[in-house]
């Protein structure tokens, strides 16, 4: 099914000029730089701007999907249903909407993620030097609707899929490092042992 009808599709804010961060006031936005592969945005690691009288448009509450039009890959993130304040979107992001009668917001940001989808955006990509995807593009693309029940279910498996490719990653990590720590103190005992002779 097409996602115009299966949601609200609307631009991020158009800042005008540079936005300088404010450390403690002003409102939590989140910009291009913000979308990494698809994890769920929080508010965490957000910045702060001042970003006065924002139309409601431009803001999310919770449970939308923010996606990514300009540059590759074009990723859709969600955004958490637990939010402790709204928070502004900025161009180039695109704000989706979905009707959660019929759309579970981690399963859109999923579905739009998956090498399908990518590749269909893709195709319809405009720019040469830097690839952008209409809104019009976006909703038309089209994606497998499955009930309420199975779409909850792939997006938990997704997200148990990542946690655990990170906890991966952290462990391998930590191994190196303590693999390098382990060496280090061998050649330094050997280098002291030679010396002592």
């Given at each position: 099914?097409?996602?115009?009808?299966?949601?609200?599709?609307?631009?991020?804010?158009?800042?005008?000029?540079?936005?300088?961060?404010?450390?403690?006031?002003?409102?939590?936005?989140?910009?291009?730089?913000?979308?990494?592969?698809?994890?769920?945005?929080?508010?965490?690691?957000?910045?702060?701007?001042?970003?006065?009288?924002?139309?409601?448009?431009?803001?999310?509450?919770?449970?939308?999907?923010?996606?990514?039009?300009?540059?590759?890959?074009?990723?859709?993130?969600?955004?958490?249903?637990?939010?402790?304040?709204?928070?502004?979107?900025?161009?180039?992001?695109?704000?989706?909407?979905?009707?959660i009668t019929r759309l579970a917001p981690a399963y859109?940001?999923?579905?739009?993620?998956?090498?399908?989808?990518?590749?269909?955006?893709?195709?319809?990509?405009?720019?040469?030097?830097?690839?952008?995807?209409?809104?019009?593009?976006?909703?038309?693309?089209?994606?497998?609707?499955?009930?309420?029940?199975?779409?909850?279910?792939?997006?938990?498996?997704?997200?148990?899929?990542?946690?655990?490719?990170?906890?991966?990653?952290?462990?391998?990590?930590?191994?190196?490092?303590?693999?390098?720590?382990?060496?280090?103190?061998?050649?330094?005992?050997?280098?002291?042992?030679?010396?002592?002779?």
């Amino acid at each position: 099914m097409r996602l115009g009808k299966l949601c609200e599709i609307h631009s991020g804010y158009t800042a005008r000029g540079r936005l300088e961060a404010m450390p403690s006031e002003g409102m939590l936005a989140i910009q291009l730089r913000d979308l990494g592969h698809g994890e769920a945005l929080n508010g965490n690691t957000l910045e702060r701007y001042d970003l006065p009288n924002l139309a409601d448009r431009y803001l999310v509450h919770g449970g939308e999907v923010v996606f990514k039009s300009r540059g590759e890959p074009n990723t859709a993130a969600v955004v958490d249903s637990m939010l402790q304040e709204k928070i502004a979107v900025m161009l180039p992001l695109l704000i989706l909407r979905p009707d959660i009668t019929r759309l579970a917001p981690a399963y859109l940001a999923w579905a739009i993620n998956q090498h399908d989808a990518q590749r269909k955006l893709g195709a319809e990509a405009q720019g040469t030097s830097l690839r952008m995807i209409s809104k019009a593009t976006l909703q038309n693309l089209e994606i497998p609707i499955p009930d309420l029940e199975t779409q909850h279910r792939i997006a938990t498996l997704d997200a148990l899929s990542k946690k655990e490719g990170r906890l991966l990653r952290d462990l391998a990590n930590s191994r190196e490092q303590l693999h390098s720590k382990i060496l280090s103190e061998r050649a330094e005992f050997a280098s002291n042992q030679g010396n002592q002779r």
